[in-house]
């Protein structure tokens, strides 16, 4: 049974450029969400994708956009990287149904590691 | 940045030694959760907690859901040297605008020593 997987491992970009980021979730799993861990810090909630659409969204700016697609797999896009968005992105897949008990047993993926120069 | 507030930062045990953490919030939380981090890894769920008063454990670790909402404690008992890592605590909120959009503290940073 395959867990959360992350594509890259690690990304070294310059100010102002575009990323993408990929996620494949758990097996039985249909709902991804993303966050950004700061070196030092605790997760903070980028957004949550179900169905295809963005369930849920954190205190991101626009800059941060993401796709889930038929599969359930997901992209986190970020425009007009800033040096402060060097951080290890973390995704994690959960079932998706609100009000089921584990609906918040979220299951991480080993993250990427963006740099920003 | 971060509404939870989780101590202690760090500690030092030794192998042996039980460890007690918490994690408490002005805000009511339904759902508490656990999770450890190693380095260059992705956290990894431990407990999960989702009725006020309630203790569960998985083997030496055990997490109570606070009485009043607001707090959650974990402990590990007999401490062994691959209990190093980072806990962190989670929690989401009451409001169905915060459904699946879990909050994380700032860790507590275990240390071993044989």
């Known amino acids: 049974d395959a867990g959360v997987t992350q594509s890259p491992t690690h990304l070294i970009k310059t100010r102002g450029q575009q990323v993408t980021l990929r996620c494949s979730p758990k097996?039985?799993?249909?709902?991804v969400s993303w966050y950004q861990q700061a070196l030092g810090q605790g997760p903070q909630f980028i957004f949550q994708?179900?169905?295809?659409?963005?369930?849920q969204r954190g205190n991101f700016p626009d800059r941060f956009s993401g796709h889930q697609f038929p599969n359930y797999s997901s992209e986190l896009n970020v425009n007009a990287l800033l040096l402060g968005d060097s951080a290890l992105y973390l995704c994690?897949?959960?079932?998706?149904?609100?009000?089921?008990?584990?609906?918040?047993?979220?299951?991480f993926g080993p993250g990427t590691r963006l740099t920003v120069l | 940045g971060q509404q939870l507030n989780q101590s202690p930062q760090s500690m030092f045990i030794q192998e042996g030694e039980d460890v007690s953490m918490n994690c408490t919030s002005s805000?009511?939380?339904?759902?508490w959760l656990w999770y450890k981090q190693d380095p260059g890894e992705g956290p990894v769920l431990l407990i999960a907690?989702?009725?006020?008063?309630e203790l569960t454990s998985n083997g030496r670790l055990t997490a109570q859901f606070g009485i009043t909402r607001k707090d959650s404690f974990l402990n590990i008992s007999a401490s062994i040297p691959s209990d190093v890592g980072i806990y962190f605590c989670?929690?989401?909120?009451?409001?169905?605008?915060?459904?699946?959009?879990?909050?994380f503290g700032a860790g507590t940073q275990v240390v071993v020593t044989p």
């Open positions: 994690a897949s959960s079932p998706g149904l609100a009000g089921v008990r584990s609906y918040n047993e979220q299951f």
């Open positions: 097996s039985g799993h249909d709902t």
């Open positions: 994708y179900y169905e295809e659409e963005e369930r």
């Open positions: 805000s009511i939380f339904n759902t």
């Open positions: 907690l989702y009725k006020a008063g």
């Open positions: 989670a929690g989401q909120t009451m409001t169905t605008d915060s459904w699946g959009k879990l909050q």
